[in-house]
Antibody, heavy 121, light 107 residues
């Protein structure tokens, strides 16, 4: 079964750091990109960051550029999102979602269950 | 960056109605567009991929159309379980961008 399990969320003070993890299983990890998508309370979906299957390309939304870093470890089939200099507006439910750089068929077909990040003093 | 403009932002409809939701891209994205349904407290569920292909297991009353810059999600004969929020996303280029969402409520 193809599955994504995201974890690492929690309560952090403004200016603090957190690392999210997304463990993938059931498919060839390096054949797919991965994206992080967040949803603030009562708000819509916002794409945050993406990484290619080979990890040689990374992408960021302007709202997190310079503060968040995406990476992956193919030996563990895991993608990470290192979040630094966190702000109250980063408070959200964070999902990882399988993505595909080439071809229209496979993007965002599988999602993790989400992990909650709360930035508050 | 490609902007996705989704409309309407909310709508009221009755069971049995036909519902149409539109997403417009600020530049051409071919058919690199997907539609999702999200219910409160649940993970988004992909309904349509490649603009018009129905995800396996999704009822045939859902359909998608369009290419380039204008896309439509249609729900024929709305069912009680279809009351939810719907989103489009373009994945033609980075950054990926979602539409603002359409909340379909019971009239």
């Amino acid at each position: 079964e193809v599955q994504l399990v995201d974890s690492g969320g929690g309560l952090v003070q403004p200016g603090g750091s957190l690392r999210l993890s997304c463990a993938a299983s059931g498919y060839t990890f390096t054949n797919y990109a991965m994206s992080w998508v967040r949803q603030a309370p009562g708000k819509g979906l916002e794409w945050v960051s993406g990484i290619s299957g080979s990890a040689d390309s990374t992408y960021y939304a302007d709202s997190v550029k310079g503060r968040f870093t995406i990476s992956s470890d193919s030996s563990k089939n895991t993608v990470y999102l290192q979040m630094n200099s966190l702000r109250a507006e980063d408070t959200a439910l964070y999902y990882c979602a399988r993505d595909k750089i080439w071809g229209p068929n496979d993007a965002f077909d599988i999602w993790g269950q989400g992990t909650v990040v709360t930035v508050s003093s | 960056d490609i902007q996705m403009t989704q409309s309407p932002s909310a709508m009221s409809a009755s069971v049995g109605d036909r519902v149409t939701i539109t997403c417009r891209a600020s530049q051409g994205i071919s058919n690199y567009l997907a539609w999702f349904q999200q219910k409160p407290g649940k993970v988004p569920k992909r309904l349509i991929y490649a603009a018009s292909s129905l995800q396996s297991g999704v009822p045939s009353r859902f359909s998608g159309s369009g290419s380039g810059t204008e896309f439509t999600l249609t729900i024929n004969s709305l069912q009680p379980e279809d009351f939810a929020t719907y989103y489009c996303v373009q994945h033609n280029s980075y950054p990926r961008t979602f539409g603002q969402g359409t909340k379909v409520e019971i009239k």
